[in-house]
């Protein structure tokens, strides 16, 4: 495909502008360029067709199934991103949360954040929420910044560290650092979960906290979270639940009610907006009963005669500049509202069910990672497969020549040749029975025909990329 600069041609032009009816002024010399910008001559047409061609070699939800693991690649209902396009909602300055003097003109949008936080602390057990925090990660920082603010508080200053699971979500040891405690990790037992010996033993009186991903990366609910959660308060630490995987669980169970005492959603994983490529994202918390008046702010609080602002008591205050990525937020409340309670319950179940059925049918042609069932998404190792010369990447790569977004592979990092796939709870049976059927053709392929794996993919726009170069290279754009 030519770059647009080779279809210039010069001379060609997409609009042309009117004689001026006004008179002509001319900006500061040492503002104006010394020579005209270097810009594609084309016609109006031609560059509706570059665009549109380079967006059909793109792929996304809308386009085929996706099942990244760890990663809730759902499709949303469109009625979500109709509630977010209204004018109301999508012109709104975020300025106008920045003064008292607009109150009168944001009341919807005060009144929808108030709901909004409401509705995510009921479906999580907590008591309260903030809609603040703009991206998973940055939720965490922010529950890891409300457990430093509470043991400040309490004169707890030996409290440094916090204990990770070599299960849980990748970027909690950066979020629990940045927050300024050292990171004590753990490993997981031969089953998958929590080893639960090792984390007696490294829970000293200087723990803080705990971060647990549950159910974890593994796929798996960590059976011991209540004699966890147990254990950590009794020694005054706090749990904090990362919600990366809440899509399992939703309306089934709460983390408040398992013992956490923090947690952060993923309001583009669990309840609306595909996410991917770094966003867009929004990462609101909820608290417990002993970190309320932590809680960031300022906050959306009823008052007489409508919605105001109040900052709560001992407020670790702004992490954001305003409410978050306000637009997700309105997806997610049009998502809860469409749903309901009864249908955030057949979310999980047939997300649940949707992981057993590929684990089911894919369990004798890759091997499981780890015995029993999993929950929203399952995990094989690609070990058999590499013995034969073809690794989970190779996999990874032949499923873009039948049409499918590659797994996640090699995440989580304690399982060797992994290959995690999550198919979430909006694909039908017919779309999960094409995709197990490409995979067992590959395992196949595998045995006959491995080179051919190795070469993968031939028929995509650009075949296999240099991924350490991606990785490590910062300018390693296409101009």
């Known amino acids: 495909m030519q770059l647009i600069y080779e279809k210039s041609k010069p001379g060609r032009r997409a609009i042309t502008l009117d004689a001026l009816d006004v008179p002509q002024s001319s900006l500061p010399a040492d503002l104006c360029r010394k020579e005209d910008a270097a810009l594609p001559e084309m016609a109006e047409i031609d560059v509706v067709r570059h665009f549109t061609h380079l967006s059909q070699r793109n792929v996304g939800i809308d386009d085929t199934f996706y099942p990244l693991g760890s990663c809730t690649m759902k499709y949303n209902p469109k009625i979500a991103e109709v509630a977010a396009a209204e004018p109301g909602m999508a012109r709104l300055h975020p300025h106008f949360s920045s003064s008292s003097v607009y109150e009168g003109n944001v009341q919807g949008a005060y009144a929808l954040i108030y709901e909004l936080e409401r509705q995510l602390a009921e479906v999580a057990g907590m008591k309260a929420a903030s809609l603040q925090p703009i991206a998973g990660a940055h939720g965490e920082l922010t529950g890891t910044l409300l457990m430093a603010a509470y043991h400040k508080d309490k004169g707890n200053a030996h409290k440094d560290t916090i204990i990770i699971p070599d299960n849980a979500h990748g970027t909690n040891p950066a979020s629990a650092v940045m927050a300024g405690f050292k990171v004590v990790e753990i490993p997981s037992d031969v089953d998958g979960t929590i ?29 011991d979270v209540a004699r966890i959660a147990a254990l950590a308060h009794s020694k005054d ?39 991917g490529m770094g966003g867009p994202g929004c990462g609101p918390v909820g608290v417990g009963e002993r970190l309320l008046p932590y809680l960031p702010g300022p906050r959306v609080v009823k008052a007489e005669g409508g919605f105001t602002l109040a900052a709560p008591e001992k407020s670790i205050g702004r992490v954001a500049a305003f409410f978050g990525n306000f637009l997700i937020a309105v997806r997610a409340y049009a998502y809860l509202r469409h749903y309901g309670d009864a249908g955030l319950k057949e979310v999980s179940r047939n997300a649940v069910l949707n992981a057993n059925y590929i684990y089911a049918k894919l369990k004798h042609a890759y091997k499981p990672a780890f015995p029993g069932n999993f929950m929203h998404e399952c995990i094989f190792s690609a070990t058999p497969q590499a013995d034969l010369g073809v690794h989970a990447i190779d996999i990874a790569k032949a499923l873009l020549d039948m049409g499918y977004h590659a797994p996640t592979i090699y995440f989580p990092l304690t399982v060797k040749e992994c290959i995690m796939i999550e198919p979430t709870e909006t694909e039908s049976k017919e779309t999960l029975d094409a995709f197990c059927d490409a995979m067992l053709l590959i395992a196949e392929k595998a045995k006959s025909d491995p080179e051919s794996l190795n070469a993968a993919p031939v028929t995509t726009p650009v075949g296999r990329l240099d991924e350490v170069k991606a990785a490590k290279d910062l300018n390693c754009a296409c101009l």
């Open 195 to 223: 080893h639960l010996d090792t984390f007696e033993k490294a829970l000293t009186d200087n723990v803080a906290g705990i971060m647990m991903t549950c159910p974890n990366t593994h796929g798996l609910f960590e059976k």
């Open 237 to 275: 630490a706090l749990l904090y639940y990362d919600g990366a995987n809440l899509n399992a669980i939703v309306g089934q169970c709460r983390p408040g009610d398992l013992g956490f005492d923090v947690m952060h959603y993923n309001l583009h994983k669990t309840f609306a907006t595909p996410h």
